[in-house]
């Protein structure tokens, strides 16, 4: 069936380095989008990329999807102390439920 | 504005009891419905998801169960509860299956 592998699975940074994870699916996607859960809250939708190749940028994060629509990559530029949590991915594919992938927990020192 | 409702935010069950989990959609109609658990620092898993009043469709194969008597409810059910069942249940809406998910803020069960 449908698979959506998230790597790295854990990630430690210190405050002001730049954090990436990265999302693979063994399927075309139709559309992919991001989450982020707070430690202790539930997951927030941050954004979706349909389009081959498209990135999107929401401040100091940077959004991909590839031209194959099977990955796609989360980048943070100069993390912060409220970057911290876990960032999922979730693949769509066409006349099928939301895929999520396991995530990846990002943790900031300062 | 829409709004997602669940409670209880936390239960602590005994092992062999029953249980019930409620979730409830505002400011929207026929949404697709949907629950998940989230084992401790780990993914999420779709249980169930809904896409329409009495239209249940399963993930998992399990002791869980679900309903969906109004257009904007949710049940999650079990008539029986496992130690396996610990964890952080959440359930989330959309307004179509490749639109952007809402979810709850979870109910949290340990079962003892």
């Known amino acids: 069936g449908q698979q959506v592998m998230q790597i790295p699975q854990y990630q430690h940074v210190q405050e002001g380095e730049d954090f990436t994870t990265y999302c693979n699916s063994s399927t075309t996607l139709s559309n992919i989008q991001w989450y982020k859960q707070r430690p202790g809250g539930h997951p927030v939708f941050l954004i979706q990329l349909v389009k081959s190749g498209e990135v999107k940028k929401q401040k100091r994060l940077t959004f991909q999807f590839g031209e194959a629509k099977k990955n796609s990559s989360l980048h943070i530029t100069a993390t912060q102390t409220t970057d911290v949590g876990t960032y999922f991915c979730?693949?769509?594919?066409?006349?099928?439920?939301?895929?999520f992938g396991k995530g990846t927990t990002l943790s900031v020192s300062s | 504005s829409q709004t997602i409702h669940q409670w209880p935010a936390t239960l602590v069950q005994p092992v062999g009891s029953p249980l019930s989990l409620e979730c409830t959609v505002e400011g929207t109609s026929n949404p697709n419905l949907y629950w998940y658990r989230q084992a401790a620092g780990r993914g999420l898993q779709l249980l169930f998801y809904?896409?329409?009043?009495?239209?249940i469709s399963s993930e998992v194969p399990q002791n869980l169960s679900a309903s969906r008597p109004q257009d904007r409810q949710f049940i999650l059910s079990s008539k029986k509860l496992l130690l396996s069942d610990s964890g952080f249940y959440l359930c989330?809406?959309?307004?179509?299956?490749?639109?952007?998910?809402?979810f709850g803020p979870g109910t949290r069960l340990t079962v003892t």
């Open positions: 989330a809406w959309t307004r179509g299956t490749s639109y952007e998910q809402y």
């Open positions: 979730a693949g769509h594919q066409a006349g099928t439920a939301l895929i």
């Open positions: 809904s896409v329409g009043i009495g239209q």
